[in-house]
T-cell receptor, first 114, second 113 residues
């Protein structure tokens, strides 16, 4: 039962353009969402998060949008840089019952071309 | 410390041998989470601790896996009698509270031959 899905295995973008990574979830109890970036042979690095009481959160070049009715969130990176090339994971938790454990999507490989 | 530390970086075991992995959470963080990532797929939650107490163990294969977080010691994840399917990268994460952002360590790659 895949509760968090990233349907695009990969995304290729030109440097300076916008990267949009998408994530869908099925569990309506999820109330906290995070994006992590992962380089090979390293642990996931926290990027940005959003609580279900908000629909947008911005941090520098990174913006996360949450559409609760559609159970969809997206990560926008503007402008994209070659150093952003990595695997991006969407994760969700249900603060009420899941005791904080994260449920992850399968990841999207982002490649930013110079 | 300011980062989650995990040792060893790599671990190779023959099938049936024991494997023990260690995690030192960020200083001041009360919660520790263990996740397993098989073949670059999504992360599977194993177990979490609040200080030295098991907080949630719903993801733990009970038969061969055990974990501890003792005061003044790194947390540990132990696999008795490893199997081929235990080959994975095991990540540890820590957070200030159960709902705060989880910060991950670099992982331990376990290879079972």
């Amino acid at each position: 039962d895949q509760q968090v899905k990233q349907n695009s295995p990969s995304l290729s973008v030109q440097e300076g353009r916008i990267s949009i990574l998408n994530c869908d979830y099925t569990n309506s109890m999820f109330d906290y969402f995070l994006w992590y970036k992962k380089y090979p042979a390293e642990g996931p690095t926290f990027l940005i998060s959003i609580s279900s009481i908000k629909d947008k959160n911005e941090d520098g070049r990174f913006t996360v949008f949450l559409n609760k009715s559609a159970k969809h969130l997206s990560l926008h990176i503007v402008p994209s840089q070659p150093g952003d090339s990595a695997v991006y994971f969407c994760a969700a938790s249900d603060s009420g019952t899941s005791y904080g454990k994260l449920t992850f999507g399968q990841g999207t490989i982002l490649t930013v071309h110079p | 410390g300011e980062e989650v530390a995990q040792t060893p970086k790599h671990l190779v075991r023959g099938e049936g041998q024991k494997a023990k992995l260690y995690c030192a959470p960020i200083k001041g963080h009360s919660y520790v989470f263990w996740y397993q990532q098989v073949l670059k797929n999504e992360f599977k939650f194993l177990i979490s601790f609040q200080n030295e107490n098991v907080f949630d163990e719903t993801g733990m294969p009970k038969e061969r896996f055990s974990a501890k977080c003792l005061p003044n010691s790194p947390c540990s994840l132990e696999i008795q009698a490893t199997k081929l399917e235990d080959s994975a990268v095991y990540f540890c994460a820590s957070s200030l509270t159960k709902t705060d952002t989880q910060y991950f360590g670099p992982g331990t790659r376990l290879t079972v031959l």
